[in-house]
């Protein structure tokens, strides 16, 4: 059934079980139709968010972009990674290698990845990276799931 038709259904039978309540003065009194009234709601509310979100899916004729994977070295090797590494990233102005708990930004000025806020970072290995440090950053869940994608 099309979404909008189910929400126009329920704001019907909603409609009908508030005035059922207000004529029979029975809020406290049958608690039945009060729960089938806040049941209906619940999947009201849920039933337009999902009309809403289709709402915003790209138009026809528009291609959604993708965000760039978060790949930088692919060598990297997570199961060497401490439990709360995400990112593996080479450092711009010492030239190392570490784990990060956040993803870090690229600060252009600086020449260096840059954390706000609490995180964590680990010196790590090199795994043979090789390129400029600001193409080094290495997400943890992108190589998860590029590796999903070839098996």
Known sequence: M?????IDRLDVEIEELKTKIDEEHML???ITDLEELIDKAIMFGDLCAKRDAKAQ???EGFVLVKKRNLIGNPNVDFLQAPRWAKYWLMDGHS???WWSSVRPKKDMDLLCYVWGGQHFVGEAPSFGFAGPWNESLTSKKA???AQEQKG
């Open 28 to 30: 406290c009194q049958d």
């Open 2 to 6: 099309d979404i909008q038709k189910s």
């Open 143 to 145: 190589m998860i799931e």
């Open 95 to 97: 030239k190392k290698y």
């Open 57 to 59: 899916a790209v138009p």
